[in-house]
């Protein structure tokens, strides 16, 4: 286990960068795991052969949340070092990138990313342009780093029992929390783009907008599909307005 | 001119370099819209209709499901803030024409993610054909197919990034010519906007009882400060 250096963590840590790059049908992520993964692997076998056949095991579909895909490399690093068999480490990769991925779209697509907007377009309205870009990139980055750093090592150094600290971690009570927050600030962040953006001089403007909002959340709940569409075609029926008053 | 044609060629490389992190780094750690029109509001020295572009476009990126690349719409978006007062439109005004660069934005976005779907097929065709695991060196073939795919996406970027903000300024200019939109502010896009972002950004967060979250918090922010 010794045998990888904080250098190699390091290493696949910053290649995780590129998980994403090579995405495509099939194998989804595989590619990008396996760029990640060459660093610890080239340490842990030096020869050739042994090199190849432990890539080899990286050859199989993997998809998961690109930022907790550290956690599933840091284990598998780890797995790798203590000599497990073959189908000791593809069962544990297989096994964990669907949690994980339950895990990670919920907390960070649902959760971190929409808190972040509404924080930093809070920051921007009140604080200026400099407030709001510094917020949005500390929010966000902070938590998006800790675990795309973080959680390789904490891979490495708690092996299989990492998916019960990442279950912690991005728990669903914490998504939870974090979207009832976005929620609180949507509502305020509705009522202040309305005073900055609009005429506050009217109260009618405030309820009308407000509550225009509000129900376009519950229609757009139920055309998501094609929800990118139905914005298209209010920005121009917004513009067409615009013109005719 | 030739200050205008190095402007546009700034704009559009810094654009298309930024565009690389939607697949590397950090997938839309840094480049989200609302960062590239600040900035852009700021080189511009158009904060407010940076601030207004940037807030509205990063609502509508929340919303779960990925039917378009925001990091282009905010690229593009920015970009166009930049451009147009470079190229003898008036700046960007909140609201009014700007809705359009919103528009064309995320029709650039959704393109771009299409783009996106049909190379993730014939990449996926091409591995099955020859696999980089099964080759002599396979940490070399690995590391050439992802810089072969970060060249790609480069290349792809730059081509995106100038077709958007080309079909923005043409866009522009003829609604300019045509219809004489005024650059001035418009109430009704000023508002209406961000306020679907907002909508979005609720729907984004997948139940009815959020909805009544957000709608407790703008009656007090209301009463409390306004």
Redesign the interface.
């Given at each position: 286990m010794s045998d990888v250096r904080k250098r190699e963590l390091l290493q696949v840590s910053l290649r995780l960068?590129?998980l994403?790059?090579?995405?495509?049908?099939?194998?989804m992520q595989s590619?990008?795991l396996?760029?990640c993964m060459?660093p610890a692997l080239?340490r842990l076998y030096p020869t050739d052969s042994e090199?190849?056949l432990a890539?080899?095991r990286?050859?199989e579909p993997f998809n998961t949340h690109?930022?907790v895909a550290s956690i599933v490399a840091g284990a598998a690093i780890r797995l790798e070092a203590e000599r497990h068999p073959e189908a000791v480490i593809g069962t544990f990769i297989r096994s964990t990138m669907g949690p994980l991925a339950a895990l990670g779209?919920p907390f960070f697509?649902?959760?971190l990313?929409?808190l972040t907007?509404?924080v930093?377009?809070f920051a921007?309205?009140v604080g200026?342009?400099?407030a709001?870009?510094l917020t949005?990139?500390l929010v966000?980055?902070t938590v998006?780093?800790a675990v795309r750093f973080g959680g390789v090592l904490i891979g490495f150094h708690e092996g299989t029992e990492v998916l019960s600290r990442a279950a912690r971690w991005l728990s669903p009570t914490r998504t939870s929390v974090l979207?009832?927050l976005?929620?609180?600030?949507?509502?305020?962040?509705?009522?202040?783009?309305?005073?900055t953006?609009?005429?506050?001089s009217h109260l009618w403007?405030?309820v009308a907008?407000?509550l225009?909002?509000?129900l376009?959340?519950?229609?757009?709940?139920f055309w998501?599909?094609s929800?990118?569409f139905i914005?298209?075609v209010?920005?121009?029926a917004?513009?067409a307005?615009?013109?005719l008053? | 001119m030739v200050e205008t044609v190095i402007w546009i060629a700034i704009v559009v490389l810094t654009g298309s370099v930024l565009v690389l992190e939607r697949h590397c780094l950090g997938q839309m750690a840094i480049v989200q819209p609302l960062t590239t029109c600040l900035v852009a509001g700021l080189v511009a020295d158009n904060v407010e209709t940076g601030c207004w572009i940037g807030i509205s476009l990063q609502l509508f990126a929340t919303l779960s499901g990925q039917r378009a690349d925001w990091a282009i719409a905010g690229v593009i978006a920015a970009a166009s803030l930049v451009i147009a007062p470079k190229i003898g439109l008036p700046p960007l005004p909140v609201g009014g024409v700007s809705c359009l660069v919103i528009a064309l934005a995320i029709g650039t976005g959704i393109g771009a993610r299409f783009i996106e779907r049909r190379f993730a097929k014939s990449d996926g065709e091409r591995l099955r054909r020859a696999s980089p695991w099964t080759q002599d060196n396979p940490a070399t073939e690995l590391a050439a197919l992802v810089h072969r795919s970060i060249i790609r996406w480069l290349a792809m970027g730059v081509v995106e990034v100038t077709v958007g903000v080309g079909v923005a300024m043409v866009v522009l200019f003829g609604v300019e010519r045509l219809f004489g939109v005024p650059a001035s502010r418009g109430t009704v896009g000023a508002i209406v906007v961000p306020a679907v972002g907002v909508a979005v950004m609720i729907t984004s967060l997948a139940r009815y009882r959020y909805i009544a979250w957000a709608g407790l918090t703008m009656v007090l922010t209301w009463i409390v400060f306004l």
């Amino acid at each position: 286990m010794s045998d990888v250096r904080k250098r190699e963590l390091l290493q696949v840590s910053l290649r995780l960068g590129l998980l994403q790059s090579t995405w495509c049908d099939g194998v989804m992520q595989s590619v990008g795991l396996a760029h990640c993964m060459v660093p610890a692997l080239k340490r842990l076998y030096p020869t050739d052969s042994e090199f190849k056949l432990a890539v080899q095991r990286y050859k199989e579909p993997f998809n998961t949340h690109p930022f907790v895909a550290s956690i599933v490399a840091g284990a598998a690093i780890r797995l790798e070092a203590e000599r497990h068999p073959e189908a000791v480490i593809g069962t544990f990769i297989r096994s964990t990138m669907g949690p994980l991925a339950a895990l990670g779209d919920p907390f960070f697509r649902g959760a971190l990313v929409p808190l972040t907007a509404v924080v930093a377009s809070f920051a921007a309205i009140v604080g200026g342009p400099i407030a709001g870009i510094l917020t949005l990139l500390l929010v966000f980055n902070t938590v998006h780093f800790a675990v795309r750093f973080g959680g390789v090592l904490i891979g490495f150094h708690e092996g299989t029992e990492v998916l019960s600290r990442a279950a912690r971690w991005l728990s669903p009570t914490r998504t939870s929390v974090l979207k009832k927050l976005a929620a609180a600030g949507a509502g305020v962040i509705l009522t202040w783009e309305v005073a900055t953006f609009g005429d506050v001089s009217h109260l009618w403007t405030i309820v009308a907008v407000g509550l225009s909002g509000l129900l376009a959340a519950i229609f757009l709940r139920f055309w998501q599909s094609s929800w990118a569409f139905i914005v298209l075609v209010l920005l121009v029926a917004g513009l067409a307005l615009e013109v005719l008053l | 001119m030739v200050e205008t044609v190095i402007w546009i060629a700034i704009v559009v490389l810094t654009g298309s370099v930024l565009v690389l992190e939607r697949h590397c780094l950090g997938q839309m750690a840094i480049v989200q819209p609302l960062t590239t029109c600040l900035v852009a509001g700021l080189v511009a020295d158009n904060v407010e209709t940076g601030c207004w572009i940037g807030i509205s476009l990063q609502l509508f990126a929340t919303l779960s499901g990925q039917r378009a690349d925001w990091a282009i719409a905010g690229v593009i978006a920015a970009a166009s803030l930049v451009i147009a007062p470079k190229i003898g439109l008036p700046p960007l005004p909140v609201g009014g024409v700007s809705c359009l660069v919103i528009a064309l934005a995320i029709g650039t976005g959704i393109g771009a993610r299409f783009i996106e779907r049909r190379f993730a097929k014939s990449d996926g065709e091409r591995l099955r054909r020859a696999s980089p695991w099964t080759q002599d060196n396979p940490a070399t073939e690995l590391a050439a197919l992802v810089h072969r795919s970060i060249i790609r996406w480069l290349a792809m970027g730059v081509v995106e990034v100038t077709v958007g903000v080309g079909v923005a300024m043409v866009v522009l200019f003829g609604v300019e010519r045509l219809f004489g939109v005024p650059a001035s502010r418009g109430t009704v896009g000023a508002i209406v906007v961000p306020a679907v972002g907002v909508a979005v950004m609720i729907t984004s967060l997948a139940r009815y009882r959020y909805i009544a979250w957000a709608g407790l918090t703008m009656v007090l922010t209301w009463i409390v400060f306004l």
